[in-house]
């Protein structure tokens, strides 16, 4: 993907009249993404620099139960699916309740999903020029 940002929004459309934002956050644009602890369904726009929609999706479920999901763009659309991160998944951003935005380091679960540890990196600078992870794909 190129060098321009990417605005992610996700919306639990479950909550209030026009649901809830859950997470907005702005990075280099990458086609895909993982997310912490996302409610049970979603709704999601990914918006370019410039403000068009990259891709959307609603009502996106997961299936069973994971602590992450993860998202991909492919066309005009987005796709879920609840995981237990590989190690493939290491230095992909990673979408936390709220919006902050950080890098998956580490990873480690138990076979039955009983427990789990993990890492991520943050960062974030003053500066609005070039306030994004870089694509490590």
Do not use: Y
Not at 9 to 18: A, C, F, H
């Amino acid at each position: 993907m190129s060098d321009d940002l990417h605005t992610w929004e996700i919306r639990n459309p479950d909550g209030g009249m026009l649901g809830l934002e859950f997470a907005k956050g702005r990075m280099a644009a990458h086609t895909e993404v993982l997310s912490h602890a996302l409610p049970e369904r979603v709704d999601i726009e990914v918006r370019d620099g410039s403000g068009a929609c990259v891709a959307s999706a609603r009502g996106l479920a997961g299936g069973d139960s994971t602590p992450m999901a993860r998202l991909a763009i492919v066309g005009e659309t987005i796709t879920r699916e609840n995981v237990w991160p590989v190690e493939e998944d290491l230095g992909k951003p990673v979408i936390l309740p709220g919006g902050e935005i950080g890098i998956l380091r580490s990873w480690w679960n138990a076979e039955d999903g009983s427990q789990w540890t993990w890492t991520i990196e943050l960062h974030n600078q003053t500066a609005r020029e070039g306030n994004a992870w870089a694509s490590e794909e």
